[in-house]
């Protein structure tokens, strides 16, 4: 198996551009992830944040893990569990509004640098979505239109724990799934491992690495380029040992964007549609009930869906 891509950001302006970009689209088409450095996010906002996050955790989630667990007879479960996942997790929404003044038990500090720390990781996404465009040959700015809808994207985070596991062979950290929605930025932690791909039918190891942030597309990204980009599944290994700190951010469509292939990737003489045109949010209803199974059925169901449907023209920004 190749090396996992790591995409050096600073070399976007240097006689390596070139290069960088083939490595990001090589990224794109035949791995779904990549893990990106020099990108902007300072190692002291870093550093904050995972000190705060993990002192949170200790603080107002670790007990009520335990008591979950206890409750439920994880313990010693003796075969496979199937129905929930070995993590401990709470929601933060940035926009189109955010709620992170709303949320329970955080202190103002941790408040803060989340809010700056999800300001950098839109711009950071943003950015990404442009070079894909250049990539994929669209227009500058085409795939944020695309995501926009009427009121500007969907963009949020999932904290998550991973606490020791005494049986990870029978209970997974987090079950296989694609993402559904668009580029997935994630913060990880560098000392504990778990994060697997799915790649060629075998699971690789996403390395963890000190204050890299790892990208993974979505299914809209795969719907808009017409396949030509891939989700793919991914999970988590539950761990023995250490618990393993997750902060994922998901720069989504808006709830009423329409999302279709760019006409401009069709192929020449395509003579059946390969994917749907939809609203994200009916994608979206239709993923919570089978986020734990292929994709292809959720195409083919929202083209069944849609097939009778007039969808209106991408909002222009």
């Known amino acids: 198996m190749e090396n996992f891509p790591i995409v050096d950001m600073g070399k976007l302006n240097t006689e390596e551009r070139t290069s960088t970009m083939e490595l990001?689209?090589?990224?794109?088409?035949?791995?779904?992830?990549?893990?990106?450095v020099n990108h902007g996010i300072s190692i002291e906002m870093m550093d904050t944040i995972e000190k705060l996050t993990k002192e949170h955790y200790k603080k107002c989630m670790e007990q009520r893990f335990?008591?979950?667990?206890?409750?439920?007879?994880?313990?010693?479960?003796?075969?496979?569990?199937?129905?929930?996942?070995?993590?401990?997790?709470?929601?933060?929404?940035?926009?189109?509004?955010?709620?992170?003044?709303?949320?329970?038990?955080?202190d103002d500090d941790y408040r803060k640098v989340m809010k700056e720390f999800a300001e950098k990781l839109e711009k950071l996404a943003e950015e990404l979505l442009d070079l894909?465009?250049?990539?994929?040959?669209?227009?500058?700015?085409?795939?944020?239109?695309?995501?926009y809808g009427s009121k500007g994207p969907n963009f949020g985070t999932k904290v998550s724990n991973y606490p020791p596991c005494p049986k990870p062979e029978l209970i997974k950290g987090l079950r296989a799934h694609t993402d559904a929605g668009g580029i997935i930025l994630l913060f990880q932690d560098d000392k504990v491992s778990g994060l697997q791909l799915l790649k060629d039918d075998q699971w690789v190891d996403v390395p963890p690495m000190r204050h890299?942030?790892?990208?993974n597309l979505g299914d809209q990204l795969e719907v808009i380029t017409n396949g030509k980009y891939k989700s793919v599944m991914h999970r988590v290994i539950a761990q023995t040992?250490?618990?393993?700190?997750?902060?994922?951010?998901?720069?989504?469509?808006?709830?009423?964007?329409?999302?279709?292939?760019?006409?401009?990737?069709?192929?020449?003489n395509e003579t059946s549609e390969v994917y749907p045109k939809?609203?994200?949010?009916?994608?979206?209803?239709?993923?919570?009930?089978?986020?734990?199974?292929?994709?292809?059925?959720?195409?083919?169901?929202?083209?069944?869906?849609?097939?009778?449907?007039?969808?209106?023209?991408?909002?222009?920004?």
């Open 241 to 268: 040992d250490g618990a393993r700190m997750s902060i994922a951010s998901f720069y989504n469509p808006g709830d009423d964007a329409v999302i279709s292939p760019a006409t401009t990737l069709l192929k020449e």
């Open 212 to 215: 890299s942030i790892v990208i």
């Open 24 to 36: 990001i689209k090589d990224a794109c088409e035949n791995w779904g992830f990549f893990e990106c």
């Open 132 to 147: 894909f465009c250049e990539n994929l040959g669209l227009e500058k700015g085409y795939l944020k239109k695309a995501f």
């Open 278 to 317: 939809f609203v994200f949010d009916d994608y979206m209803k239709l993923y919570m009930g089978l986020k734990f199974q292929a994709k292809e059925p959720r195409f083919e169901a929202m083209m069944k869906a849609m097939s009778s449907v007039e969808v209106g023209p991408v909002v222009s920004i």
């Open 66 to 106: 335990k008591e979950m667990v206890a409750s439920k007879g994880l313990e010693g479960v003796q075969s496979e569990i199937n129905d929930l996942d070995w993590e401990s997790t709470f929601f933060m929404r940035h926009l189109p509004v955010s709620n992170i003044s709303e949320i329970p038990d955080i």
